[in-house]
C-alpha cells in the first residue's frame, strides 16, 4: 500500500516540477504562454517600481465645496475604485498599486515615465456639465463658478459603452463621442431641437472644453472637438467613462524613479540568491549526506516552485520582495535540520530506518508548525499595516515571505519524506553511517516496531504478571511504548531478573538482521 502511494506521489512531483520549470524559463526558450480555456497567463515578471522605475504620487483628498462636512472616510474605496479604473483603461499600467491612508492617495506606476500625463488623467475630478449659456458662447479654458448657468446634463447620464476616443474621419483631429442613455437620451435630443442656434456648452471640472453652437437636433449622440492630440482625447474619455471623483483631489508631490537605480540593486540580489543557495545545499550534503542531498533537492523544487508561483500570480517584484525569497530560502531547510536530527535520535535508539524516518518527521512536525505559523501570522500583521499605511514595500515583503513559507511547508515536510520512501524502496538506505552517524551508534541491533512492542510486553510480563502484558498489547498507547521502550526496558531489567538491557536487546533479537519492517 505505501509502495503504490510513495510511487504515486514520485510521479506527482515529477510532473510538478516539470510544469515550474516550464513557467519559469518560459521567456528563456520562446516556449508559448498560458491560453487555457479563456484563461491567459504572459508568464511575464513583474517588476516593482524600485526596479524598473516609474512615477510616483501623492494625492490630498478633500470635501466639495458643496458638502464641506462630508465623511472622507467612507468615500475614499470609491476614489481608490475609481483611480484604478483610470490606471487600467487610460494608462494601461496593470501593476500599478493604488492605496489610501488618511485622506492621503499613493499612486505608484511602475514603468510609465510620462508624469504629465498621469497627472492629467488621475488629478482631474473629471465632473462633466452640459450648461446652459444660451446665445453666449464661452472660450474653451473658461472657468466657470457652479451655478453661474444652469446644467441641463451630467456626465452621470452617459452611457459608458457608448464613450470613445478616435479621430474625425472628415478632418482627422481628434474627437470624443458619446451618446446618453435613458431618459436623458430622448431629452437631450428635445433640449437639443428646441434650442438651435443657442450654444451647447461642456465642462469639466468646472473648466469649459466645448462650446459650439447647435445646427440641428442631436438624437443623443454627441461628439466633442478641438482636443489638442490624440492622448488628450483618450484621457477625456477615461475621465468620462468612469465618472466623476466623489472627491476632490488636490496633488502633493510627484516624483519620477529611475529605473538604473533597481537594476543594479537586483543583480545584486541575484547573485546574493545564487550564493545563499549554493552555500545551504553544500551545507546540507556535507553534514547530513543522504536526508542533506534529499533536501538539496527539495529545496531546489522549493526554488523552482516559488519563482513559478510568483509569475502564474502576477505578483509584483520589488527589492523587498527579493530580501524575502533570500529569506525564505534558509527557512526552507530548517524543517529537514529539526527532522534529521531527530531521525538520528530514533536511530541511536536502535529502531529500523523505516521506523526512524516516520517517527522523526511525525516528532519534529509540532515544533516545525509552531514555528512557521508564527512566521505566517507575521505576514497577515505586516500585509495589513503596509495596506493600511501604504507602505507597498512592507507590503511585497510579507506576501513574498509568506509564499516562501507555505512552499518550503510542502518541499521540506512532504516531498522529503516521500524521497525517503523511495530510497528505502530501492534498498539503498538502510545503512545508518549514510546519515553521518558514528560508529558507536552502527553497533545497535536494529528493531522493527512489532518487536519492540513484543520486547516490552515481555519485560511488564516478568515484571507485574501476564495480565499487564495482555494490557499493555491492547493499550492505544503503542506510541508511547515505543517512545519509552529503553528507559522502561531498563528500569525493568534492574528491579526483576538483574539483567542489563544490553543483554535482553541482544537475546530478543536473534532473528533480526537489522532490516526495514
Known sequence: MRRGKTLLFLLFVLLLAGGAFYVDFQSVFHWPSINVAGYQNKLELRQGLDLQGGVQFVFQASCPQAHPKCDIQSVMPQVVDNINRRIAQGLAVSEASVRASNDKI?????????????????????????????????????????GQYPVRFTGSQLDTNQISAGLDSSTGKPIVTFAFTGPAKSGFATYTA????????????????????????????????????ITDAQNLAALLKYGALP????????????PTIGQQALEFSIRAAIVGLGMVIL?????????????????????????????????????????????????????????????KEELRAGRTMASAVDLGFKRAWPSIRDSNFSTLITCLILYW?????????????AINLALGV?????????????????????????HPALYGLPQSALKLPRYRPSERRAQRAGS???AGGGSVAVA????????????????SAASTGNGSNGGTPTSRRAGATNTVSGGEE
Open 385 to 397: 499595516f503596509g495596506n493600511n499605511f501604504g507602505a507597498t514595500l512592507i507590503v511585497g515583503f
Open 283 to 343: 551545507f546540507m550534503l556535507i553534514y547530513y549526506r543522504l536526508p542533506g542531498l534529499i533536501a538539496d533537492l527539495a529545496l531546489i523544487l522549493y526554488a523552482l516552485l516559488l519563482f513559478a508561483v510568483i509569475k502564474l500570480l502576477g505578483v509584483t517584484l520589488s527589492l523587498p520582495g527579493i530580501a524575502a525569497v533570500i529569506l525564505t530560502i534558509g527557512m526552507a531547510v530548517d524543517a529537514n535540520i529539526l527532522i534529521f536530527e531527530r531521525m
Open 247 to 258: 472627491l476632490p483631489l488636490q496633488p502633493v508631490s510627484s516624483q519620477e524613479i529611475a
Open 106 to 146: 499613493l499612486v505608484e506606476l511602475p514603468g510609465f515615465t510620462d508624469a504629465a500625463q498621469a497627472s492629467a488623467l488621475l488629478g482631474k475630478t473629471g465632473e462633466m456639465n452640459i450648461i446652459d449659456t444660451g446665445t453666449q458662447g464661452l472660450n474653451v479654458g473658461t472657468t466657470v463658478t457652479p
Open 406 to 430: 507555505l512552499l518550503s511547508l510542502f518541499t521540506a515536510v512532504v516531498v522529503t519524506r516521500n524521497f525517503l520512501h523511495v530510497l528505502q524502496l530501492a534498498g539503498i538506505s538502510q
Open 472 to 487: 499493555a498489547e491492547t493499550s492505544g498507547e503503542a506510541e508511547d511504548v515505543e517512545e519509552d521502550d529503553d528507559t
Open 460 to 462: 511488564l510480563a516478568l
Open 194 to 229: 428646441q434650442n438651435v442656434g443657442n450654444f451647447l456648452t461642456i465642462t469639466l471640472d468646472n473648466k469649459v472644453i466645448e462650446s459650439a453652437t447647435i445646427q440641428s437636433e442631436i438624437d443623443g449622440n454627441g461628439q466633442i472637438t478641438g482636443i489638442g492630440n
